[in-house]
């Protein structure tokens, strides 16, 4: 009998649960079913053609697409040999400020979730810590020194170890805190060698291939003098580009920044004047060295028309930064504008000539830029330029001596978010929920951003409907307001095809990058396939 009435009891105890009223209540049980609500919502699903994406292409309705794929993945895994090949070329390419949610948004951008970028069909692929010595989230000083010497260092310094610290006219005029590149272990090996980019050929990025200095900023001499220090004593990272033991040694070096390397006096084939307070045309200087074969070039065409016989270029194809892609389409400047992909391609004809290999730095610059003023456009069209550059060198070399490794050197802080429906614009607002305050919101956000910005108010959050975001300079909404978005300190991909790229795999220190590579094609000093 007692047992039957703690049945009835517990059966009561339950019945009333299932009834208790949750809009009213505020017990445990119905905070925990209102938290659970909120975070995994029920959302109104649209009543579409089974042809669209926003349902899903019909043939994903089934069990067989999705098992069969799955399938045939474990296949190409199973089947796949590992290629311990010597690699005699390489090609490093550094998506500045690419992070993973660029690669998801540059996928949707390209025509849908389920799209591939070119580096993401690569047989290999791993994640990288970004942080450096005295810092947890990198700029791209500290993370090139990483990636390009494979020693650590602090915030915003170049070419050096961490016993340098930031802005430190004399720390770094001694050789002992100077580290090697993979630049210098190519050329040593008497490969050729040679970097491309989007912005200045002495921003960071590259020149961590090239120059040792207590401040990436330090990319002309007036720099160098504005910050105190004596650039008599204190070589500029652009004329480490020039006179360097590496940089001098380049076949090819592209990019923009003409600017940097010549004096305030002398015009600009585009308008305006240089940067440098010295008098000196380092452009001029390079190019009258004495040594034959040699090309400078400023535009497009110029750099699609080279002679065959050419084994150096140096392009420099703006006074400052190169256009965002998308810029120069609009502005109609590809004239002189060259896309990420021909410098690539016309880099690796030069290049491919020595009969030793080569090693090629090839940084897609600006999606960095995009996302620091909150550009999601602009950031993601740098990432698909990026992709085509990447398609581009696997296509022109060979997967048995060619290693082809592509990564980024930091994350920034923007986000996708609000269960959007498949196939919605990633560039659109959030199409399935609208947020508390009665406003719909963008997929895309940024953690922080520019108060300069037409998406901060101190009044609260700007409605995105009072926003055109069709534009490649759009700028998008965000939390916190700084002068500028900041990078994220997350890890960022790591991807690679050709010789010994299975050992580009797991979480790996961002500095064990260039070891891998070095192995790979028997260059430095450090051990040998």
Same mark, same amino acid.
């Given at each position: 009998m007692l047992r039957c009435l703690c049945l009835i009891s517990l059966a009561l105890s339950?019945?009333?649960?299932?009834?208790?009223?949750?809009?009213?209540?505020q017990s445990d049980r119905c905070r925990r079913i209102s938290q659970e609500e909120a975070m995994h919502p029920r959302l109104n699903v649209p009543k579409?053609?089974?042809?669209?994406?926003a349902s899903g292409?019909?043939?994903?309705?089934?069990?067989?697409? #999705?098992?069969?794929?799955?399938? +045939?993945?474990? +296949?190409?895994?199973?089947?796949?040999?590992?290629?311990?090949?010597?690699?005699?070329?390489?090609?490093?390419?550094?998506?500045?400020?690419m992070s993973i949610a660029t690669l998801a948004s540059a996928r949707v951008a390209l025509g849908g979730e389920e799209k591939e970028l070119s580096f993401e069909k690569f047989p290999y692929s791993g994640l990288s810590k970004t942080y450096c010595v005295d810092a +947890?989230?990198? !700029?791209?000083?500290?993370?090139?020194?990483?990636? #390009?010497?494979?020693?650590?260092?602090?915030?915003?310094?170049?070419?050096?170890?961490?016993?340098?610290?930031?802005?430190?006219c004399e720390a770094a005029l001694d050789s002992t805190t100077h580290t090697e590149s993979l630049a210098k272990w190519a050329l040593d090996a008497g490969k050729s060698a040679g970097i491309v980019t989007t912005t200045t050929v002495t921003h960071a990025s590259p020149a961590a291939g090239y120059a040792h200095v207590a401040d990436r900023m330090w990319e002309n001499d007036s720099i160098v003098r504005k910050s105190g220090c004596d650039p008599n004593e204190v070589t500029d990272i652009a004329r480490q580009l020039i006179e360097g033991p590496v940089g001098s040694r380049l076949s090819v070096v592209m990019g923009g920044g003409r600017a940097?390397?010549?004096?305030?006096?002398?015009?600009?084939?585009?308008?305006?004047?240089?940067?440098?307070?010295?008098?000196?045309?380092?452009?001029?200087?390079?190019?009258?060295?004495? =040594?034959?074969?040699?090309?400078?070039? #400023?535009?497009?065409?110029?750099?699609?028309?080279?002679?065959?016989?050419?084994?150096?270029?140096?392009?420099?194809?703006?006074?400052? !930064?190169m256009q965002f892609y998308l810029e120069s389409q609009e502005r109609q400047t590809q004239d002189t504008e060259p896309t990420l992909e021909e410098m690539t391609r016309s880099a690796i004809n030069i290049l491919k000539k020595n009969e030793n290999g080569f090693f090629l730095f090839v940084e897609g610059g600006r999606i960095d830029h995009g996302h620091h003023y909150t550009m999601a456009r602009a950031a993601v069209g740098e990432a698909i330029e990026f992709h085509k550059a990447i398609e581009a060198a696997r296509q022109?070399?060979?997967?048995?001596?060619?290693?082809?490794?592509?990564?980024? !050197?930091h994350s920034h802080t923007m986000s996708i978010s609000g269960y959007p429906t498949r196939g919605n614009d990633i560039f659109g607002t959030s199409d399935r929920t609208i947020a508390k305050?009665?406003?719909?919101?963008?997929?895309?956000?940024?953690?922080?951003?520019?108060? +300069?910005?037409? =998406?901060?108010?101190?009044?609260?959050?700007?409605?995105?409907?009072?926003?055109?975001?069709?534009? #490649?300079?759009?700028?998008?909404?965000?939390?916190?307001?700084?002068?500028?978005?900041?990078?994220?300190?997350? !890890?960022?991909?790591?991807?690679?095809?050709?010789?010994?790229a299975h050992l580009f795999t797991g979480t790996m220190e961002q500095s064990h990058l260039p070891h891998l590579m070095a192995y790979a094609s028997s260059i430095g000093n450090g051990p040998r396939s």
């Open positions: 339950c019945l009333g649960a299932v009834l208790e009223n949750c809009d009213s209540s579409v053609s089974f042809t669209n994406r292409y019909p043939h994903e309705k089934t069990s067989d697409y #999705w098992i069969n794929l799955g399938h +045939q993945h474990v +296949q190409d895994k199973i089947n796949r040999r590992l290629n311990t090949n010597r690699a005699k070329n390489v090609v490093f390419f550094i998506g500045d400020g +947890q989230v990198a !700029d791209s000083a500290c993370t090139g020194t990483a990636y #390009w010497n494979g020693v650590k260092t602090n915030y915003m310094t170049l070419g050096v170890n961490a016993q340098v610290p930031l802005g430190d940097h390397l010549r004096d305030s006096s002398i015009p600009d084939e585009e308008g305006g004047f240089g940067f440098r307070n010295d008098s000196r045309d380092l452009i001029s200087e390079w190019l009258n060295d004495g =040594q034959p074969n040699k090309r400078y070039v #400023w535009n497009r065409n110029d750099l699609l028309n080279l002679p065959s016989n050419t084994e150096q270029v140096l392009g420099l194809f703006e006074s400052g !930064d022109l070399l060979s997967e048995d001596d060619s290693l082809i490794v592509v990564s980024s !050197d305050d009665g406003m719909p919101y963008m997929t895309l956000n940024y953690a922080n951003g520019p108060i +300069q910005s037409n =998406q901060y108010s101190t009044s609260g959050r700007v409605n995105p409907e009072s926003t055109d975001f069709s534009k #490649w300079s759009s700028l998008y909404p965000f939390h916190v307001p700084l002068d500028m978005e900041t990078h994220a300190g997350d !890890d960022v991909g790591v991807f690679a095809s050709g010789p010994y």
